[in-house]
């Protein structure tokens, strides 16, 4: 039996499947992912939520990096992982997908049953007043207060931002909220997300673990599991005697907490994976 199909045949002895999604997904959409195949940072690691909170410097330096980001995570599609994860939705297969990624390419996909676990990059919150916006707007505020910025160009990066180092930042504009700022006030603008340091919120998490009770097995996809805010659902799932398989191309944090590893590229094993439950994924209407 080959990889594919015993991973087919654990999908098929589990109709509910609790799916926890990671980079690995949305890398043939053009965004990177954060870790090589041993789980070590690719990279630097993200920015934290206490920096960006408590360093304008910070806030200069993401934002900036953010303003020329934004062209590649704006404009990225659904893959062939996120299009056969929704086929696997549309025949009943799937009880909740949870995702680590904040790129709402699920969604875009055609997914309905999806939580975002770490929030979504496409949208901005203030955090004073509480207000939510779309992150395309606050796209154009940037573009005005910093024009000098625009040109630049450097490769994309997983949080949604880009590789730009080496620069000086401190010229960067970073704006206040619109709406504190008409009364007077100047408060921060993050995007709504969870970074690193921030704890997802409680309902949300909440949420999931009612879905993966109601799950009778849990797929994880494309994740390391290096984080704690996805290992614990693995964990949970084998405390409650639950199955869990895992396809992701290299080594994940709940190895020995397997029972099937499929070590393979994530689109390509979706979709035949997908295939036998109708239309061709990319096939599919978005």
Known sequence: M???EALRVFVERHPRLFVLTGAGVSTDSGIPDYR???GDWKRPPPVTFQAFMGEHATRQRYWARSLIGWRTIGQARPGPAHHALRTLEAAGRIELLLTQNVDGLHQAAG????????GRIDTVCCMACARRWPRAEWQQTLRQANPDWVALHAPAAPDGDADLDGVDFSTVVVPPCPHCAAEGRANIVKPDVVFFGENAPRERVQAAFDALARSDAMLVVGSS???YSGLRFVQAAVAAGQPVAALNLGRTRADELLTLKVEQSVGPALLALAAPYGQHPSALPV
Not at 111 to 118: A, K, N
């Open 2 to 4: 080959t990889d594919i």
């Open 36 to 38: 090589d195949a041993n």
């Open 111 to 118: 997914s309905r049953e999806v939580i975002d676990l770490h």
């Open 225 to 227: 599991l290096m984080v």
